[in-house]
């Protein structure tokens, strides 16, 4: 099937039961035309355009859509994903009013409620049925209704399996391109026009002190290399030479500490020099260095905005 330029499926007509195909971002002047008109084809009188263009997060039906979507063809509907509209704790015993299937014993995460102690993790089902819910806990917030909260599963394989609710699972654009970046987060439910790009991160050559490396995870030291080139992100490693110069190249960042970065390397080997004083540390110009509202994060509405911060040119 042919994919657009995300590389989301190009949806023009769908017959029958198929998922709802969100986000076709291909641009107006390219959509196809639909062919028909030929002789004995009755259905088709004459040929069509279909413009394409991304759901409205300010519609119910195409927040729910973008909710449901998650990623589809991966997506699994999370059968401990339920709305709670109201709450009460005493001291001992918090009450959640959900309709719900939960049984004793489940072990849940409750986020959205307007009262923080009553937003717990991994909290363990004391008691349920079809319309509430009990764990036993020390938060006395009050009563509170008109909630709209979420309680799922801890086992769910997303935040937004099964919800039916307008919220985006935020995913990690670190190290992407800024185009791939961009196609991400709409993707994921973004507004375009709620995506900022931050003016490019200061992406000066980094000083490397020392190398090691045990297996195929390498460790490079530079001062505040930690901060400047965070978990995700892409680097660039330059001018280390023998037997050190098979870690130069390029890639993803797997950990920090305050001066220093690790990645893995696709040979083997154990190094270790010290000493050193080579300028070669820089993150990769045009990738993301940041995003404002980190990946898995919760209860993220489909009107929310989020920043992102490439690397400048390496200077």
Known sequence: MA?????????????????MQPNDDRAAAVTPANI????GDYAWAATTRVAADRLDAALDNHANAEAGWSGFPAFTAGTG???ITAVSGNGTTVTYTSQNSLAVGDSVNITGLSIGAYNLSAATVATANALSFTVTNAANGGAITGQYGKVQLTTALTAAD??????INVPSVLGDTLAVALDELKDAGYEAANITTAAAATNAVSTITAVARTGTAATITSAGSGAKYPVGTKITVASLVAPN???????????VATNTVSYTTTT??????????VAGLSGVAGTIKTQSTAAGAATIATTATITITPFAAVS
């Open 3 to 19: 994919t657009d330029t995300s590389g989301q499926q190009a949806v023009d007509f769908v017959w029958g039961n198929f998922p």
């Open 36 to 39: 028909g008109g030929s002789t």
């Open 81 to 83: 994903n339920y709305i």
């Open 162 to 167: 099964g919800a039916g609710i307008g919220y």
């Open 245 to 255: 110069d098979v870690l130069n190249g390029t890639y993803t960042v797997t950990a």
């Open 268 to 277: 083997s080997g154990t190094l270790s020099t010290s000493g050193l004083s």
